[in-house]
């Protein structure tokens, strides 16, 4: 049985919100009022826009790239073509008596929408690729995961209310974050009977009240800069990232933000979807506990840190975080294990050729920024995590970038660390003021 086949992608068609049903691909506009060499022209680069959709998308994902932006770049030559057809022309009326005016506009959204996918692939080509390569397996979602992929960088483009210079943030729209994260995780649940919620933690795996979980950053939101960002191999920080959250209990979500928790490959990142667990670098709070199951919504009523050293995350669907963000996460938790002289460290944790990827040779982080950041804090990095984690890029690179970029992301780094070493502090602080909870007795 002969399978039809599937439609060309066109994003710029379901990226656009105008309601006119006009449809500039068909040959609505062939018998315009404008000049024959405007005609000819505009006719002509319908055809080869055409030809290209009708050859399809390709298999292989950095193909796949190269002849979106073909397309995308031939349909731009066809818009402008249509513009200046539609300028020349005294008036203009369609079989349905559509005005010129509402093609000029239509003409305008599409054309908005193809250089904002440009912009897209131009300056999201490394991360976009790596990202595609994570999650798809057949050419059908192929396509289907480059327009959300597409879609979701214009809406997090969007939320982000201020940007501002330097080491600031950008002001972040947290419950678009939360949304964004539950959402592509599948990590909350909504009950229509009683409008009830529940949120999945992804090291427990069980369903938690929803005030005791909460959407993590991987990559912090105070390093949101474009400096980040180059060392990443992109022009857009990855603050609102879909892949670069998870759904943790709020006592691991701070473990995790204060280095005490690693999350590494379960056994290497080839598989797709990789497979994460969790590594307690912090041993001596191994028998403490952090939660304590009220409800019984879990399998013991305490839990500690040694019943989640080693434990393989829980994800409710195939969409994973990002590899780069968990690799620079990984790499800042190993520094600050080294500040601490955390004993047996460095032995739980796998070594860093676990990282190497034969099929995606380039490495996550920028070679330049990280061997500026491994001086800097002393070339403690382990050298086969280096070696299976850089890239070079001279396309995008500039010895002067570079090395600011590298002192900037050093100082992001160090203030972080330093951000860490004074949590104990904070903690007794707060305790001391009546508003630390409860001790928890373990039994």
Not at 55 to 61: D, F, I, V
Not at 230 to 254: A, C, V, W
Not at 410 to 427: A, C, I, N, P, S
């Amino acid at each position: 049985m002969a399978h039809s086949r599937q439609p060309p992608v066109t994003p710029e068609k379901q990226l656009t919100s105008s309601r006119l049903d006009i449809d500039l691909d068909s040959p609505i506009l062939d018998g315009i009022d404008c000049t024959p060499n405007t005609k000819n022209q505009m006719i002509s680069l319908k055809r080869k826009a055409s030809q290209l959709l009708d050859q399809g998308s390709p298999n292989n994902t950095s193909l796949f790239l190269k002849w979106r932006l073909t397309v995308v770049e031939s349909k731009l030559r066809l818009k402008a073509m249509q513009k200046q057809a539609l300028s020349e022309a005294n008036i203009f009326f369609d079989e349905a008596s559509k005005s010129k005016i509402e093609f000029v506009a239509v003409v305008k959204e599409e054309e908005k929408a193809l250089l904002s996918e440009k912009a897209f692939l131009l300056s999201q080509r490394k991360i976009l690729e790596e990202d595609l390569n994570d999650i798809v397996t057949s050419k059908v979602q192929l396509e289907e995961a480059y327009i959300a992929e597409l879609r979701m960088s214009l809406e997090a483009a969007s939320s982000s209310k201020e940007k501002l210079p330097g080491l600031k943030a950008p002001r972040l729209d947290r419950k678009y974050f939360q949304d964004n994260i539950n959402e592509y995780l599948g990590t909350k649940a909504v009950y229509p009977d009683t409008g009830d919620s529940s949120k999945w933690c992804n090291v427990l795996g069980y369903w938690l009240s929803p005030d005791s979980v909460k959407c993590a950053h991987i990559v912090p939101y105070s390093w949101n800069t474009k400096d980040i960002a180059h060392m990443f191999g992109s022009d857009e920080p990855p603050l609102t990232s879909r892949r670069n959250g998870l759904s943790l209990q709020k006592k691991i979500e701070e473990a995790f933000d204060n280095c005490w928790i690693v999350i590494v490959p379960v056994d290497s990142v080839e598989s797709t979807p990789t497979e994460w667990k969790i590594i307690l670098l912090n041993t001596a709070e191994r028998d403490n506990t952090f939660f304590r199951d009220t409800f019984k919504a879990t399998d013991r009523e305490l839990w500690r840190w040694r019943d989640i050293d080693g434990r393989k995350l829980s994800f409710r669907n195939d969409n994973r975080p990002a590899r780069r963000f968990l690799y620079m996460r990984y790499a800042l938790a190993w520094l600050h294990a080294e500040d601490k002289s955390w004993p047996g460290f460095k032995e739980k944790v796998p070594p860093g050729e676990v990282w190497a990827s034969p099929n995606k040779p380039d490495g996550y982080l920028r070679k330049s920024i990280l061997l500026e950041l491994g001086k800097k804090t002393g070339d403690r990095l382990p050298k086969d995590l280096v070696s299976a984690g850089i890239f070079e890029d001279p396309d995008t690179s500039s010895i002067v970038h570079d090395e600011v970029a590298g002192i900037k992301v050093t100082e992001l780094v160090q203030g972080h660390l330093d951000g860490v070493r004074d949590t104990k502090k904070d903690e007794e602080s707060t305790e001391r003021a009546g508003e630390e909870e409860e001790p928890m007795e373990d039994d």
